[in-house]
């Protein structure tokens, strides 16, 4: 099992070997205005996994999240203090706009445009960031999008149709085929189905353990069921601090941590 302290967490001890992690925090503080959110966070995630951030309501995961590709930085009251990493490289060293697209990002409610339609949807990011040159280009990359989104199938006939005439869970993939398009190496998914239906969320969840073959993700949750279901690795966070990380086998079956215990049994919100 490991335990989020330096000298028992194993993430920390590897990367005494150089190992390149997808994203690494070092000492990871984070304020709204004088409000201490994020607290002393070090944490190394590494690649081609999906890796769980739990924690109750209010504990600061979406916070951290919104941190790893810089996105927090539109909130002016808030201030990062340490370091983040993606791939070795700190992403304070990098323009945001390249963080984004090596880092992207699919929000609690899904946000496509919907007087777009679904192709102009997903080939969005592309044409704003020249990724893709001719239309023939753009729609192969649409195409091949919406496969990994696994909604091909089900739009590929009103491509040009708005995106408001798809379900709540159609719009949730659509959002992830437009992340996908721009082919990240990691994406970060906030809460992506607390607002679906069970079959929408069982169809997200499975996109998700397809889409760790080629990239690393990282999920914020605060259902230890869902953790449990789609994760390799899970954090638990807790009024800002990191508790307890490790394997998520480990961390389910064998709990280091009364707070971890506590909160996987349900004793605590």
């Keep these: 099992m490991m335990i989020a302290k330096e000298e028992n967490n194993i993430f920390l001890k590897q990367s005494n070997l150089k190992q390149n992690y997808a994203i690494s925090t070092e000492k990871l503080n984070i304020y709204y ?5 994020i607290k002393d966070v070090s944490l190394n995630i590494p690649e081609k996994v999906v890796f769980a951030i739990m924690g109750p309501s209010g504990c600061g995961k979406s916070t951290m999240l919104r941190a790893f590709n810089r996105l927090l930085e539109l909130n ?3 201030k990062v203090k340490g370091d983040i990493k993606v791939f070795g490289k700190s992403i304070y060293k990098m323009n945001p706009i390249k963080v984004r697209r090596i880092v992207g990002m699919v929000f609690q409610h899904p946000n496509p445009f919907p007087h777009m339609s679904i192709r102009d949807n997903v080939a969005l990011g592309l044409k704003l960031n020249k990724l893709v040159k001719s239309k023939k280009e753009i729609n192969e990359r649409v195409e091949w999008a919406l496969k990994k989104a696994a909604l091909w199938e089900e739009v590929k006939n009103k491509l040009d149709e708005p995106a408001s005439a798809l379900s709540g869970g159609q719009q949730q993939r659509l959002c992830i085929a437009r992340v996908v398009a721009m082919k990240p190496k990691v994406i970060l998914m906030d809460e992506p189905t607390s607002n679906l239906d069970p079959i929408s ?7 998700i353990d397809e889409l760790k073959r080629e990239v690393t993700i990282v999920i914020v949750t605060h259902s230890p069921a869902q953790a449990a279901r789609v994760s390799d690795y899970v954090a638990f966070l807790y009024l800002g601090k990191l508790i307890e990380v490790g394997s998520t086998v480990d ?7 009364k707070l971890t215990e506590e909160y996987l049994t349900g004793r605590m919100g």
């Design 33 to 37: 205005g004088d409000h201490h959110v």
């Design 201 to 207: 969320t069982k169809k997200i969840e499975e996109l």
């Design 251 to 257: 961390m389910f079956e064998n709990p280091k941590e």
């Design 76 to 78: 002016e009251k808030a």
